[in-house]
């Protein structure tokens, strides 16, 4: 949900110093938000705030997701707000799919780091479980790998039994580097297949 991002600044890049504008934006934000949402995605795996952020601080794992490029859109990251021509989106009759679409894609460079690629969902087609929306699998998204943080204490059995049924991946282990900052594969754990029971 887009609410419930950690970024407060989501769909609220464009220079809003005009207090009616303001209004104007976090009302079509609230709009946006009960129909709409995001798959966030990183291009890469080896940095360890993403791991702490976003994976219980090292003792979760990573999902590859092949995503199609179709989906995919890319984050672009600015230092300084959009300056957009307010007085043309109001005689234009609202927000268009295109500048929604760069409101929903643009963030402040403080993000970079996370190299972030979003996928936008439609929330209807969510499933709903334990107070948390899921997005099924298929038309453009397939999980590939999945790796296992340096602090994970998972054991292949366990997330063997957590994929769904039919899936085959292949589990990878990672490690804090030894001459870097970074998160890299554990080579002295091999990569294994696992498939789904049942």
Same mark, same amino acid.
């Not at 989106?89 to 643009?106: P, R, Y």
């Given at each position: ?10 769909? $609220? +890049?464009?220079?809003?110093?005009? %207090?009616?504008? !303001? ?5 079509? =934000? ?40 179709? $989906? +995919?859109?890319?984050?672009?990251? %600015?230092?300084? !707000? ?5 007085? =043309? ?110």
């Amino acid at each position: 949900l887009i609410k419930e991002l950690n970024d407060p600044f989501e769909l $609220l +890049a464009a220079n809003l110093s005009n %207090r009616g504008d !303001r209004q104007r934006f976090l009302k079509w =934000k609230e709009e946006k938000s009960q129909n709409i949402g995001f798959l966030c995605f990183s291009k890469r795996k080896i940095n360890p705030l993403l791991w702490s952020h976003y994976a219980d601080k090292h003792r979760g794992v990573a999902l590859e997701i092949e995503v199609d490029d179709q $989906l +995919a859109v890319p984050v672009r990251y %600015r230092r300084t !707000r959009i300056k957009l021509d307010i007085h =043309k989106i109001k005689s234009n009759v609202g927000f268009s799919e295109k500048l929604a679409e760069q409101l929903g894609s643009t963030k402040s460079n403080h993000w970079l780091y996370e190299e972030e690629v979003r996928v936008p969902i439609d929330l209807k087609d969510c499933q709903f479980e334990d107070g948390l929306l899921f997005e099924p699998m298929g038309n453009g998204l397939n999980i590939v790998s999945i790796t296992a943080g340096p602090l994970c204490e998972l054991g292949s059995n366990e997330i063997r039994n957590s994929l769904a049924k039919g899936n085959e991946i292949t589990l990878h282990y990672a490690r804090i580097a030894f001459r870097s900052f970074d998160v890299v594969s554990n080579k002295a754990k091999r990569s294994e297949r696992i498939k789904s029971i049942g």
